[in-house]
């Protein structure tokens, strides 16, 4: 029994038919890096807006890091199935995001304006892992990430919709 909490996670040989898992693997963890930075993001600006949006801004920001704090996990999870392990420190989602902090106080239209750009991030590197994992034969990853980004496209249309008011 006391060997049982001295396991050191690795990596595995998958044997599914899907090729260059760990090359997979890195494109989703960047994926999960980005995902995991934006969930804070908003979250941050679910709490901070004012303004006569807010509740309009609170709300939607709320529906977003919910559905991708979800979705980091899934994400994740992906990782492991193929064999890999799941980027496990803050340094590292960091460097490995595309996803920056602000640099100034923002209005809820900046902020409006900069999480829509941020989801349509996601959804460039989503469809690039799709264009990725076609010729290696996952298309588990491939349904995956489609799916992840048809959120982040709608959440951009949204939030530029919303800031258009």
């Known amino acids: ?10 990596t595995d040989d998958v044997s599914t038919g899907v090729r260059d898992t760990a090359k ?6 960047d994926v999960l890096a980005d995902t995991y930075r934006l969930v804070f993001k908003s979250h941050a600006y679910h709490w901070n807006v004012e303004g006569p949006l807010f509740y309009s801004i609170h709300k939607l920001t709320e529906e977003h890091y919910e559905n991708m704090f979800q979705a980091a996990d899934d994400l ?3 990782i492991r199935a193929l064999g890999q392990l799941a980027p496990d420190t803050m ?14 106080d923002m209005s809820a239209e900046d902020m409006v304006k900069d999480l829509a750009s941020d989801h349509e991030r996601i ?3 989503l469809h690039a892992l799709i264009e990725l994992v076609e010729p ?3 298309p588990v990853t491939e349904d995956l990430a489609t799916e992840r980004s ?10 530029r919709a ?3 008011s």
């Open 91 to 104: 340094a590292g989602i960091v460097s490995r995001s595309k996803i920056a902090d602000r640099e100034t």
């Open 76 to 78: 994740a999870e992906r």
């Open 1 to 10: 029994m006391s060997n049982a909490l001295h396991v050191i996670p690795t």
């Open 123 to 125: 959804a460039h590197r």
């Open 24 to 29: 997979i693997a890195e494109a989703i963890g």
């Open 150 to 159: 048809a959120f982040h496209e709608q959440a951009a249309w949204m939030l």
């Open 162 to 164: 919303l800031a258009k």
């Open 136 to 138: 290696l034969k996952d």
